[in-house]
């Protein structure tokens, strides 16, 4: 296997990537794939190449270590509900996986940049996909939110676990949730660098590994809120998936639904930073959460 730019030191359990490529691809020699590092906040995917009689084949592969866990990943589950929705041309194929590795099929496009993302054709494609998506039978995973949160508490920095802090943190993992309008499959990260548009036009979306059922209300205000979407722009969205679509009756009681999630939202998005600052000390990660902190009163 060629590493570009690679130690092999950065992969975790190299020797179970190279079982699971020999068994998916037996007439294969490990040799003869080339690895490059991907890009992407929760870490730990590779682009696998390998070029044999005139064909190329293109793999993703993810790593399923202690990293991953630290951020709530779990790729047994990433590929189950892949497995799932197989049939949906809007997800990666699974290739194979084993305890270490989780191997999908390289989905070839081009990423939306920020003005095409936020165009209104272009969310009219998006709210087509999630109306599919929260039609789509119930996945084997709920989104367990309270453990999520319960489990980045474990992990931040304790020294910045101020006592308001502290309450407010009693508060999202105690109190009860906001009433739930549907329960639904949600891939939960869409974003422009999570959709790609192939050469025949189909939209897909990447990086699954926050997928499971939840309501769509907070589904859909973690997609507002991800994206910073305008009043404007998301009664936009709203219009095309109730109206148009037709996935939900009430635009309004979803829209009042969705604005009773946010501060949940936003304290989930906050302790996901706050587990990647410990874990990697980049100071981006501080950067991206101060907007949050500045909400939650935990800035000084």
């Not at 270590?65 to 990433?78: F, H, M, P, S």
């Not at 590994?209 to 009043?231: P, R, V, W």
């Not at 996901?272 to 981006?284: C, I, K, T």
Request: hydrophobic share 40%.
């Amino acid at each position: 296997m060629k590493l570009f730019g690679l130690e092999s030191t950065i992969l975790s359990n190299p020797q179970s990537l190279f079982r699971l490529l020999a068994l998916c691809f037996p007439t294969i020699s490990v040799h003869d794939w080339k690895i490059s590092s991907l890009t992407g906040l929760s870490g730990g995917s590779f682009l696998l190449q390998c070029s044999l009689s005139g064909s190329e084949i293109k793999l993703i592969a993810r790593a399923d270590g202690n990293a991953q866990t630290a951020l709530y990943v779990d790729r047994k589950k990433e590929a189950r509900i892949l497995q799932q929705l197989r049939a949906y041309s809007f997800t990666p194929k699974v290739i194979g996986r084993n305890a270490q590795w989780l191997l999908l099929g390289w989905c070839e496009g081009q990423h939306p940049d920020n003005n095409t993302f936020l165009l209104p054709s272009f969310q009219c494609e998006l709210a087509n996909i999630v109306t599919q998506l929260h039609r789509a039978p119930l996945l084997g995973y709920h989104l367990q939110l309270r453990d999520e949160i319960s489990h980045y508490g474990y992990l931040i920095d304790k020294k910045r676990f101020s006592p308001r802090w502290k309450k407010l943190h009693r508060h999202f993992t105690s109190d009860a949730f906001p009433k739930t309008l549907k329960l639904a499959p949600a891939h939960m990260d869409i974003h422009a660098k999570n959709i790609v548009r192939t050469s025949t036009g189909q939209l897909m979306l990447l990086d699954w590994e926050y997928a499971a059922n939840t309501d769509i209300a907070f589904s859909l205000e973690t997609y507002f809120q991800f994206n910073g979407l305008t009043d404007i722009q998301r009664d936009f969205f709203l219009t095309q998936y109730c109206d148009i679509h037709g996935a939900y009756r009430d635009k309004q009681q979803l829209a009042k639904s969705c604005q009773s999630w946010a501060p949940w939202v936003k304290y989930m998005t906050l302790m996901w930073y706050e587990v990647q600052w410990n874990e990697s000390q980049s100071s981006d990660f501080l950067l991206h959460s101060q907007s949050l902190r500045q909400y939650f009163g935990l800035l000084g």
